[in-house]
């Protein structure tokens, strides 16, 4: 399994939607679009879980790509830092 960054989504962008996108190269095993704690509004950003495979395929396909008039980034998420 991979855990995929999803950088610069629309914040009209609703997770059905994503999960359609993303779908097409593989199992979608979960998505979540991070929401601002205060207003539920989208930052703009989230997380889908993927099989490698398949989360391969997806990088390199909608990395860059334009998704509701924004471009995707699209990459393997990198572990949070530590907050002491």
Do not use: C, H
């Not at 095993?29 to 490698?52: C, H, K, P, W, Y």
């Amino acid at each position: 399994m991979k855990n995929l960054y999803v950088g610069n989504i629309p914040y009209s962008a609703k997770e059905e939607q994503l999960v359609d996108l993303f779908s097409q190269f593989g199992e979608v095993q979960s998505l979540n679009i991070i929401r601002d704690r205060e207003t539920g509004r989208s930052r703009g950003f989230g997380f889908v879980m993927m099989e490698a495979e398949s989360a391969q395929k997806a990088i390199e396909a909608l990395d860059g790509k334009e998704f509701e008039g924004r471009r995707l980034r699209v990459n393997e998420a990198r572990p949070r830092p530590k907050r002491w």
